[in-house]
Nanobody
């Protein structure tokens, strides 16, 4: 059971990146999925997620309007399209899923994940 994130890199402010998170050993299916990010010395921050019910997407205020989360069940992969990147978006980005349901925006909060699988992070650096 594994999640593998990829797609990070160095990008200039205003640029775009698309992160991928491929699942292996299990099926993402309708499980809640989330993208988090972490900067050294700071708490892990929920960036975007899709909960367990009607595929409603949720975003933190800091990325709303710039990031888009999606999933492709045929490829067993989740994505995070990041546009208009800012230096403050620099972080290690991690993907997560939970075998148990998460409803509403609770999927943005790490503490609500109970039977969680975390992917190895991918570094995004936004700098000129």
């Amino acid at each position: 059971v594994q999640l593998q994130a990829s797609g990070g890199g160095l990008v200039r402010p205003g640029g775009s990146l698309r992160l991928s998170c491929a699942a292996s050993g299990f099926t993402l299916g309708s499980q809640p999925i989330g993208w988090f990010r972490q900067v050294p010395g700071k708490e892990r921050e929920g960036v975007s997620c899709i909960g367990s019910t009607d595929n409603t997407t949720y975003y933190s205020d800091s990325v709303k309007g710039r990031f888009t989360i999606s999933r492709d069940n045929a490829k067993n992969t989740m994505y995070l399209q990041m546009n208009n990147l800012k230096p403050e978006d620099t972080a290690v980005y991690l993907c997560a899923t939970d075998e148990l349901p998460l409803y509403g925006s609770s999927c943005l909060t790490e503490g609500y994940y109970t039977d969680v699988t975390w992917g190895k992070g991918t570094l995004v650096t936004v700098s000129s």
